[in-house]
DNA sequence: AATGAATGAGCATTCATTCAT
DNA sequence: TATGAATGAATGCTCATTCAT
């Protein structure tokens, strides 16, 4: 903590660490102190790379994003050559995909998805994050719209994240069969995929 | 703010101040003294009241439920006698009430909505509020299902906090025909509404 | 420092303590800290007592006040019954007052003059002090207005303004005699004094 | 704000953006930074070319003093060769004249006269500052004593100054008839001016 | 039952300064 | 000669909580 001047990549560091501390602590757990500590960095070093709170959280919800939708990207295949109007079975690899997020790590921390969408629901109150919540969500739209069509994609996203919503904030048991039956009702009369880019 | 004696329900003047607390400054600005402004109480007053911030946080949500269901069951009219198994135009009716709270008060603080899902959501993090989470999506999800079945209405329940959330959060604008259009997707095929009491 | 419960006149004390702070370091080294230190009282005391420290400077600076218009109307004798328009000495007696002020206390800090300038100057910056720098010279001018009329009395307060902040400004040597010969013509042509009240 | 290396007048450019940073913030405001922000310069450039804060705010006064003597040269004409011991109509002109700066700039930051007046008083605690204080006041004395003799000179500079402090520290309204008024009683038997040099 | 006073911990932020480049 | 990065100290202020009344 002493003596360690030169340090490329602090700032990234001091990112790594923002994201642990919100998933122990909470966004209100959030403090240019806990980040020091948390990055063994002196204080006035998260001042320097991060004037303000509200910079590093946009930085951290960021990073999260990136690392979300590779997860996402990785788990939707998209529509085959030829594909109807509609992936078969898209509600399901959902329903199951979702199951595993909410099931999360077992472990001491917080979940993952607890983490992502306690910063994503901050921007609810904090304008900074808006555009970075407005990012995600378009992210997903997209990966999503691969299989189905735009507009159902969004809808899709918001139906997950209400029925997820459900679990986190009340507790109750998740339920995946119910799941892919209520996604495929809004797949139901979807349109044709988004084109892969240069088709 | 001195010699106020007598004050048989002060307890419930805090539990107002302490929701125009959370609209003017979020929940990250409720405090004990805040409240004890704003209900021009001594401070003493509020730790004597609900010795945690969190007591608070659950009696407030719990007094905004109650008016919320009010206005959602006064919105939604229950099914009529000789309905089918389904209300022709319940998607609608849906979707103009959730744009009517989401244009919300034009004047200077937080929308009700707004304000609402900020408590609402505050449960992710505060076990405290998880039952009352619970009792508010219950709540809304019965009111629904007098109009369709349970099932579904759960799901409408997630897919308008999911719409709303991405108005909320991206500062999208709401379109009221693609509100309706995929709510009306997650009713087709829904089962009978629940029978009145006593029915 | 610790466990001294039950103290009344700590807010005082603080207001003495911020004077000879102000008196040591200027206004710029007045913290809530340093007054804490020099009252020998816990940092949060401070800040329970001012909310501010403008509001403690407005207390020192009203305090000054009270002690120099005390010691001027000790030096400045009203008017006697029968003097006419003018008095004939007030110009000396004035005069040597002032240099009685400016020499100071030859010890360590500030002198009085000094420290009473700085604060009442710093009304300059600070819309908070400027009523009670306006009391201040209108207080002054009040008793001076006993020997003279108020017109004078006010020039007079303002010649020996400017005249004291040269010498503490740029070091000049006071001269008693310069300055009684100005103030007398000031004093040229003044009407009658103020009659005391009831008179 | 990068790579900006050979610039020659940069010291001249802290200097200007020391007094804008002074007449928006005061002289508290005044920090490395904020001069760095205002001369849009990197931050090391400032402790570069003034080590102290002092340094810089000496150069500052200087400046101010150099552009508020031009002033006063250009508002007080000299005697003419015929003019008795006393101008004539030199109070009026010094009243119409204190009139102009204390109305001061109507449009955003603080007047000049306030800003002027903070720096040359910040002598007060600043010994830095005395000198050159003191040659602003033998300055403006040397302009006014081409009109009456030093002696009566260095009064009226005293007494304007004691005059405007009173406008600008307790919001009392400018009267010029009381000002021209007082300022003429100090001109009472005033000796000759001082000859320009060479004659 | 109720409350004014008090206090220790903590926070975001700003800053002068140092130093390696 | 300049400067970006870094850092330790400090500041004003807020707060939950305690306690004596």
Redesign the interface.
């Known amino acids: 903590m002493a003596g360690r001047r030169y340090d490329p990549d602090r700032r990234e560091r001091l990112i790594d660490a923002a994201i642990r501390v919100v998933g122990r602590k ?3 757990g959030l403090t240019h102190r806990s980040v020091a500590a948390e990055a063994d960095v002196p204080l006035g070093s998260t001042t320097y790379h991060f004037a303000t709170l509200d910079e590093l959280l946009v930085a951290a919800l960021r990073r999260l994003n990136e690392g979300f939708a590779a997860a996402v990207g990785a788990g939707i295949a998209p529509a085959g050559p030829d594909d109807g109007g509609e992936a078969p079975d898209l509600a399901e690899e959902l329903a199951r995909q979702l199951g595993r997020w909410l099931a999360g790590d077992p472990s001491g921390d917080r979940t993952g998805v ?1 983490l992502e ?2 910063l ?2 901050a ?3 904090r304008p900074a994050l ?1 555009p970075v ?2 990012e995600w ?1 378009e992210a997903v739209t997209a990966l999503l719209a691969r299989r189905t069509d735009p ?2 994609a ?2 899709l ?7 997820s ?2 679990v ?5 048991p998740y339920d995946p069969g ?1 799941v892919a ?2 996604l495929r ?2 797949l ?2 979807a349109g044709p995929p988004v084109p892969p880019e240069g088709g």
């Open positions: 909470g966004i209100a607890e969408y306690e994503y629901l921007a609810l109150r808006r919540a407005a969500c507009r159902t969004r809808a996203v918001a139906l997950m994240d209400g029925l919503l459900q986190l904030l009340t507790g109750a119910y039956d209520v009702r809004v139901t009369g």
